[in-house]
């Protein structure tokens, strides 16, 4: 999922809150997943978003729309019929689950994102001890792999998963792919140091022109994704925000609303250049879109950088945040 330390692509994204809260689902324990990666690899890069499951009320119209929207196929997965693999180009790229949804506003449409680990029992053990929670048991898929469900300390919802296929390289996404994600929370300082001890992030403080923390999370000389903090004033809970990439993010977002979603940011210049815009889809789950501009060399982009290099354009150090060992 995503591309060099890519300072440029971060947006004021306590913008884009829109105070739904990840819920999970996990697919019937016959089901048959598709291996991430084919060919199967060894590249093992712990703290990258690898994957993302929808939760959604309706299978078909999901289907519908993100396949308008993005160019998404969907194929049937054996097993539960209730559970859907999205292609892009014949790859794997996320899956869409319909579970029905209670009338508490806790549990809501919306996209779960799978990190990377080498072991989840290792990530179990470091959420327990940084203040997180467990909110499924571990499952294991056999093309697929190891993976379990938790949340931060904040209460934002996330999944692991340990591939059994390998990770997918880190390579600039396709319009289609995920491309970046973020985390919205109320105590950044808190979520930082959790996430890292957890993946073993460098952490890196991004300028900014509010008043609000925002945080890079860094590792193999790749940005992984943010932190950015709520506004004091929300009663928004705290969550994970998913982005695609797209070659135009105001058609789009126009196309979004063709569909039957709306629009809940925007159109938007970002500080890379382009373009982002977040829209609901009909359900009401979030998604991010984002434009990225391509170039010979990326490592030349504005807000990018080339891997190795000791800092990073706009961010800080933050002290003492050298990386961990990461699960």
Request: hydrophobic residues 40%.
């Amino acid at each position: 999922m995503m591309n060099k330390y890519l300072l440029g692509t971060l947006c004021t994204l306590a913008l884009v809150s829109t105070g739904i809260l990840s819920t999970s689902a996990a697919p019937a324990p016959g089901i048959e997943l598709p291996p991430l990666t084919q060919p199967p690899s060894t590249e093992a890069h712990p703290g990258k978003v690898i994957w993302a499951d929808l939760v959604t009320p309706d299978l078909k119209q999901a289907e519908d729309f993100y396949a308008g929207l993005f160019g998404w196929s969907f194929q049937p997965a054996e097993g539960d019929r209730n559970f859907a693999v999205a292609t892009v180009d014949g790859r794997p790229i996320a899956g869409i689950v319909q579970r029905s949804m209670s009338g508490d506003h806790k549990r809501q449409p919306a996209w779960l994102p799978f990190i990377a680990v080498r072991d989840v029992g290792a990530a179990q053990r470091s959420v327990k001890a940084n203040g997180g929670k467990v909110l499924s048991p571990q499952r294991d898929y056999p093309m697929r792999g190891r993976q379990e469900v938790f949340s931060d300390p904040d209460g934002a919802v996330f999944a692991v998963l340990a591939s059994s296929s390998g990770d997918p390289p880190d390579v600039l996404a396709e319009p289609g792919e995920w491309i970046w994600s973020s985390v919205l929370v109320k105590n950044p300082d808190r979520e930082a140091g959790f996430y890292r001890a957890l993946f073993g992030y460098e952490i890196f403080d991004q300028d900014s022109e509010d008043s609000r923390k925002h945080v890079i999370l860094a590792s193999d000389d790749y940005a992984r994704a943010g932190i950015h903090a709520l506004p004091d004033a929300s009663h928004r809970h705290p969550h994970w925000l998913n982005f695609v990439r797209v070659e135009d993010v105001g058609v789009a977002a126009a196309k979004a609303v063709h569909l039957g979603g709306k629009i809940l940011v925007d159109p938007r210049p970002d500080r890379q250049g382009g373009q982002i815009a977040v829209v609901a889809d009909p359900s009401g789950a979030p998604v991010g879109l984002m434009e990225w501009a391509d170039t010979a060399d990326q490592s030349d982009a504005p807000g990018a950088m080339a891997p190795g290099t000791p800092q990073v354009p706009g961010a800080t150090p933050t002290p003492g945040t050298q990386p961990a060992e990461s699960p």
